[in-house]
């Protein structure tokens, strides 16, 4: 990796500059533009993949809850649906033991 050396700083035009062993200022400065771009369009990507995947999750746990909601409404319907044909097995006999009654009177 260029290591960074101070130029001569007896030069007054050439103060403060810090020039790369193989490189000049103006490429160093490129490439660290360019990383910087490059950085700034991964965390784009990356909070654009996170925010999809937060969406997902929210529209995957709504329809979750409604399949479970529909399942325990036809589990309710179901249980009515037994429970009026056994109501309706027990009374079979009493209605026809009635009629027979009524009959003989």
């Known amino acids: ?49 996170a925010s999809e995947t937060a969406a997902r999750f929210a529209t995957m746990s709504a329809a979750h809850e409604t399949v479970s909601d529909k399942v325990d409404e036809l589990r309710q319907e179901a249980r009515q649906a037994r429970q009026s044909e056994i109501a309706t097995e027990l009374l079979d006999p009493v209605t026809g033991a009635d009629a027979q009654l009524g009959d003989s009177r």
Not at 13 to 36: N, P
């Open 1 to 49: 990796m260029a290591e960074a050396l101070p130029e001569d700083r007896t030069d007054p035009a050439k103060a403060g500059r810090v020039v790369a062993a193989h490189g000049s200022v103006v490429d160093l400065h490129e490439r660290r533009i360019g990383e910087y771009l490059f950085a700034l369009m991964t965390e784009a990507a990356i909070e654009s993949i």
